[in-house]
């Protein structure tokens, strides 16, 4: 399976961004899907991560600001992120837990600055 992140950007303090990730490949097996970021001299840390019957689990930074999401039909996961803060830059990555195995898709950065 591979995975396909997009929607980062530069956003101003209190705005929205909404990134998405897509799954190709043999997805059949996909079971926990999620988000993690990483900024600049820290280690990559857990935003979020949701069931395939849609427990989610946040990090305390990121709780009532962010909803992740995931369409199963499509394999796709969501995470919409509001309020965004400073703190909020770095570069963030899907997740999924596919046959047992941890995927990775590809950074997409989000920088909050005004």
């Known amino acids: 399976v591979q995975l396909q992140a997009s929607g980062g950007g530069l956003v101003q303090p209190g705005g929205s961004l909404r990134l998405s990730c897509a799954a190709s490949g043999s997805f059949f097996s996909i079971s926990s899907m999620g988000w993690y970021r990483q900024a600049p001299g820290n280690q990559r840390e857990l935003v979020a991560d949701?069931?395939?019957?849609?427990?989610?689990n946040y990090a305390d930074s990121v709780k009532g600001r962010f909803t992740i999401s995931r369409n199963n039909i499509k394999n796709m996961e969501f995470l919409q992120m509001n309020s965004l803060k400073p703190e909020d830059t770095a570069v963030y990555y899907c997740h999924v837990v596919w046959n047992g195995l941890d995927v990775w898709g590809q950074g997409t950065q989000v920088t909050v600055s005004s």
């Open positions: 949701i069931s395939r019957v849609g427990n989610t």
